[in-house]
């Protein structure tokens, strides 16, 4: 996989450096190989990487402010940065100095004055490797027949997006899904068949969530879940119901179905009246088995009162 990752220009290095001099040689010499943003000290280096993670840093030793190596090992105890590769790039090249480098997490170091070639082969490296780990982690998160998010992905998004919301004061929704009469279509059609259906379901999915921080996973068998991140449980019952409407409009034969086409039924909750992310799922289920018990090929919002008739 390490040689395949050969076109790095979508990536982006984040260079720390207050030598306006530097600043243009290291901008030079990346120019052919990826995106390149500087920043002048550690504390904008921090900003920038909490508001967009680059790929990779270089950072000077000595800057204005803290220090490159206090610059790192603040990025390295903060979650959101902390597997973003620092490269030093530094005249301080003893072997103390070395040892301080790796102590504060660095990744690699370049001697100044650069040596043109050397800053772009070692920036290159870690960039594949960079993007390797990504595509590795990727894969891990991503269901192989559908193409969505997982249910591993799935529990560490909902945890993260629930304290998000709680910290801005937002509302996190989200959507539990499960494709009608599956079991009926399986044995009617094949397996085969019923993999079709569920990655047609997928498609529906992504198309119906395009907002960057939406996310579509699969749940479980034929039951599908979707994060919605700063969305009020109306704007999520919309969305549920195109998900509904898409799937029915493509038409897929279901003999066994009353509708005889293949549809989905769905529940909607929020943190408006969950009080934790174990209680979200829960309420959303409730209210999945409510659009089942009323029918089917239909979307229902938990209210309390669902609760009371289980």
């Known amino acids: 996989m390490f040689n395949d990752v050969d076109d790095l220009s979508d990536c982006k290095v984040l260079l720390v450096e207050d030598s306006v001099i530097n600043q243009k040689i290291i901008q030079v010499c990346l120019a052919d190989l990826c995106d390149v943003a500087v920043v002048e000290s550690g504390e904008e280096a ?3 990487c909490l508001q967009s993670a680059p790929d990779l840093i270089l950072m000077d030793w000595i800057l204005t402010g803290i220090t490159g190596l206090e610059a790192c090992k603040l990025l390295q105890s903060k979650p959101s940065t902390a597997n973003i590769p620092v490269i030093f ?7 103390s100095q070395q040892e301080e480098c790796w102590d504060a997490g660095a990744v690699d170091f370049i001697g100044k004055p650069i040596v043109a070639r050397t800053l772009v082969n070692r920036v290159k490296t870690h ?23 997982n249910r591993r992905y799935f529990s560490q998004e909902m945890d993260r997006h629930y304290r998000q919301g ?6 996190l929704s989200m959507i539990i899904l499960d494709v009608d009469n599956f079991k009926k279509y399986n044995d009617h059609y094949g397996h085969l068949k019923g993999d079709d259906v569920l990655k047609s379901v997928a498609k529906v999915l992504k198309h119906c969530t ?29 969305i549920a119901q195109n998900i509904i409407n898409g799937l029915h409009q493509l038409g897929i034969e279901h003999a066994e179905s009353p509708f005889d ?3 989905a039924s769905a529940g909607v909750s929020s943190t408006h009246t969950a009080s934790d992310p174990a209680e979200l799922i829960k309420q959303a289920d409730t209210a999945l088995y409510e659009a089942k018990k009323n029918g089917r090929n239909r979307v229902i919002e938990f209210s309390p009162e669902h609760e009371k008739s289980i």
Do not use: C, M
């Open 46 to 48: 921090i900003e920038y």
């Open 89 to 95: 790039v530094t005249s301080n090249v003893g072997e």
């Open 127 to 149: 960039l594949k490797y960079k993007k390797q780990a990504d595509l590795l982690r990727e894969y891990s998160y991503v269901d192989g027949l559908t193409g969505v998010f």
């Open 166 to 171: 709680q910290r801005a004061n937002t509302t």
């Open 210 to 238: 395009r907002r960057p921080l939406d996310g579509a996973f699969r749940y479980g068998g034929e039951e599908f879940a979707v994060l919605l991140p700063n969305t009020p449980k109306e704007a999520a019952f919309e």
């Open 261 to 263: 086409v293949v549809t």
